[in-house]
């Protein structure tokens, strides 16, 4: 089951991610990870936050360029290897990785993994095959 | 409503009006001879008289004037008549080298604003409507002409001149504006910010719009008409040769009528001179038979495009220029190759991007560089990296598709490239040649 992550296109020059992070400021939108992708020209910004609907059309009335993008936020355990075996599990299966990034829950010990693939079926399924638990949107913020 | 600003003229049978241009041109040739010791020197030059001149066929006998002889004669240039019956200039921007400074006596102003009156009444205007003229005021032409023309015309004219886009917009609305006169890449900003700030075209009472001074395509007209819900028209004209209204369109859109009462157009070679038959494609050369002040015979425009005479659905009998490929000023020549911005803009507006976007041209180790920024829109994107590549990708295919050579596309973010409020600034070119 994927959930909603919230994807900016952003402009590679100073203050740029400031511009972003005022509006979530202004409007009370909470984030719970972001993950920044940059070149020369262009800075991706992929922040996992509370409302993403709400952060969307709020984005895109300010004409700025947004969407959401499913990936899967996989539930890990905080500690050596627990990385090692999801990404095996997805490897086995030839399943190709866009991206991912992690960050830890107020859960203690646990982790979140976001994950992006070409083919967000066949990861799903793999790791459902490993008994690997996916979170679901309503609980992402519970976590 | 009336069709035609000036009906007898507009609508003139060919022969008529052929041996009006010769009449006038013969008059002009004297003029021009008798006044201007400059042209007089260019003819002796070239061993012509004003008595070889007999007609609209004796034209290829005259020599060219250049964009050179207008610089060499800075700031006098050409000039026919004494200052004292002069009432204004008008300057180009010189982006290309030294200004051209153009000369107006009162009659050359009276006969500009007819041909600009010609192109509002063309584009469905009447004393009826309120024209807003967002070209720049100044030294500009672009304001003073069609301000003028709106004048003669008799509509309300809001002389808003450019800039101020969110001012622009209230007295579009507040004033129900039906015209609006200004440059296509400031339309298309308009367009833009209107719908930024929720405006839809059944909001704005426009219904059509006058937009020229820079090379604009087929399919930026499209977008322009779609957003802001009017008909979209193209107007030509050079400072050189008074302004805008040299020629404009008519309702059917198939090419712009050439006020041909008072400019001789021809088509030549641009490498041998020579005159090219019609339908040819080559550079436009324009003789200017009425003007007093600053009269240009056969000036070289630099324009390459073509002319048709083939009859037009609205009536008018004058020559249709088809709109310029672009001005052999705009062409850039990379690694050998000539290139219009213009070809570069059908390029991404065919990808389903905007007409935002910049030519960057370098040299690098001795070889000419291309690059494109072209503004991401909300439709293609995508938050993998690679897929943005491969749509950089697909670009620079469809440009080597178009112009035979590559080109380093880069999609940047909205608004990153700068908005201009008169011509847009299109092309960087960083090589130092000279």
Redesign the interface.
Known sequence: MTVN?L?V?????PG?LAELTNIFSAHGISMRALSM?D????G?A?IMVDNPFDALLLL?DK?????L?PVLAVSMEDKAGALDQILNVLAKADVDL??VYAFLTHKPGTACLVV?AADMDAADKALKAAGIATIPQDQLYKI | MARYYQPEIETMPYEQLRALQSERLVKQVQHVWDNSPQYRKKMEEKGVTPADIKGVDDLHKLPFVTKADLREGYPYAMLAKPLSECVRIHSTSGTTGKRVIAYYTQHDIDLWDDCCARAIVAAGGSNEDVCQVSYGYGLFTGGAGLNGGSHKVGCLTVPTSSGNTERQIMFLQDLKASIICCTPSYACYLGETMK?MGLTPDQIPLKAGIFGAEAWTEEMRHDIETTMGIKAYDIYGLTELSGPGVAFECESQAGMHINEDHFIAEIIDPDTGEVLPEGTQGELVFTSITKEAFPLLRYRTRDICTLTREPCSCGRTHVRMKKPRGRSDDMLIIRGVNVFPSQIETVLLNNGYQANYQIIVDRKNNNDTLDV?VE???EH?S????E?VKMEHQLEAAIKAMLGIKADV???????IARSEGKAVRVIDKRKLF
């Open positions: 992550q994807s296109f952003l402009e590679n020059k740029q992708a070149t020369r020209d262009y991706i992929r895109k004409g700025w360029i947004a969407k993008t866009e991206y992006r | 930024e920024e991401m829109v909300a994107f938050d993998v990296i690679d943005i880069h999609l940047v973010a909205p608004k990153s």
